[in-house]
C-alpha cells in the first residue's frame, strides 16, 4: 500500500514521540513492502515563531493531500501561563480537527496486566479494564462562540450541538460497541445541560437500530467517579466533547501513564493519529518522553487503512517492551537509562525480529551486550 502521511510534530515532546511512532511506521513498510512517505508540517507554538499563526494554510494543504496525518502535541509554558495570548498554540490542534471535518475522536483504554502495579489504583480493580471512548471532536463549547466583555470582566462560552453532529459519532460508537461487549454507555450532564438533554434523546431514537446494545446513561459527575471505582463496568463510552477530553485524561490512571494513551481522531474523508496527552514541555529533549501512546496511534492508522498484521506486530511490540520493561522513566522502576529514543529502537527491532526474544536481546538493548 502507499500511504501519504503528514507529520505535524508540534511542540514540547511532540517532536521526538512523532519520531518514534515515524521510524516504527518505517520499518513496517519496510517488512510488508509498503511505500509510506512522510511531510512534515507545522503546527502549534513552532508554527506560531516561524509565521504567527498556529496553523499555517500550508499546513491544512498539506494535510488535506496527504493519505493521512500522524500529529505529535502542541503548546508551550509561555502561553500556558498567558491568559491574554490572543493567538496560541491550541488553535492550531483545533484549527486542524475542524478542517478536515474530523468529529469522533476514538481512545482506547486498555489496563495492562504487566502495568498492574504501575496505577495508582489497585490492580484487582482494574485488572481486564477495557473501554473505548468515542469523544465528540468538533463541536459543543469548544467551538461555540466565545465572549469576553469589553469591561474584561464577564466572559461566555456557549456549548451547541446539533442533530446532525450527535447522530454521526453515535453511529459511530454503536456500531464499536456491536463488535466489542454490546454495551454503550452515554455519559451527560442532562440533569442540567439542553445539549446533555438533546444528545440523550436523540441516542434514545437511535438506540432501537442497534437491538443487541445494551445502552445506559450516566451523568458526567458521576461517570467521574464509577470510571475509577468500577471501570470494568464500561465497554462503550460515548460523550461530548470536553467531558471526553477530561475523563479519557482520567482513565489514564487506570493504565498507568498518560503516555500509553493513543487515539483516532476520524471524519468521512481525514483522519488523525495522535497521543491524548500534551506537549509536557518540561520534559522536551530529555529523552525521557513516552514514545507508545504515539507508537500506538500509529498502530491506529494502520488498523484505519485496514493493515490488521502490520497494527498487530506493533501492539506486540509495545507488549514485549512494557513487559522486558524497556520502558521509559514514567513506568520504569527497573532500569533508569530507558530513553524516548531506545523504546523506539527496540520495538523497531522486535519488528524486524519478533522471534528473537531471547535475554540476549534484552540486554543488547539495555546496553548490558555489545552482540548483535
Ligand atoms: C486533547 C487535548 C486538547 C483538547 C487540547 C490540547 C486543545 O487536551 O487532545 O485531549 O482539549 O482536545
Ligand atoms: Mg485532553
Known sequence: MKLNIAVLAGDG??????????????????????????QNALVGAAAIEKTGT?????????????DTVLFGAIGTTKYNEDPDATVRPEQGLLGIRKALKLFTNIRPVIAYDDLSNKSSLKAKQ???????????????IYFGDQHLSEDGNTASDICKYERFEIERVAHLAFKAAQTRKNKLTLVDKANVLETSRLWRRIVKEIAPQYP???????????????LIIHPRQF???LTENMFGDILSEEASVIVGSIGLLASASIGNKHA??????????????????????????????LDHFGLDDEAALVREGV??????????????????????????????????????????????????????
Open 319 to 372: 507488549n514485549k517492551a512494557l513487559k522486558l520493561h524497556i520502558t521509559t522513566p514514567d513506568l520504569n522502576t527497573k532500569y533508569d537509562n530507558i530513553s524516548t529514543t531506545k523504546v523506539g529502537d527496540f520495538i523497531e527491532d522486535f519488528i524486524q525480529n519478533p522471534d528473537e526474544t531471547n535475554l540476549n536481546f534484552t540486554n543488547i538493548h539495555l546496553g548490558q551486550s555489545t552482540i548483535i
Open 13 to 38: 515532546i511532540g517532536p521526538e514521540v512523532t519520531a518514534q511512532a515515524v521510524k516504527v511506521l518505517k520499518v513496517i513498510a519496510m517488512e510488508f513492502n509498503h511505500v509510506f512517505t512522510f
Open 272 to 301: 488523525m493519529f495522535e497521543p491524548i496527552h500534551g506537549a509536557y514541555t518540561k520534559a522536551a529533549n530529555k529523552g525521557i518522553a513516552n514514545p507508545i501512546a504515539s507508537i500506538l496511534s500509529a498502530a491506529m492508522l
Open 235 to 237: 465497554d462503550v463510552i
Open 54 to 66: 498556529a496553523l499555517p494554510e500550508q499546513t491544512i494543504a498539506i494535510c488535506k493531500k496527504a
Open 126 to 140: 482494574i485488572k481486564n479494564t477495557n473501554i473505548l471512548i468515542y469523544r465528540e471532536l468538533t463541536g459543543g
Open 212 to 226: 443487541s446494545v445494551k445502552v445506559n446513561y450516566m451523568y458526567i459527575d458521576n461517570a467521574a467517579m464509577e
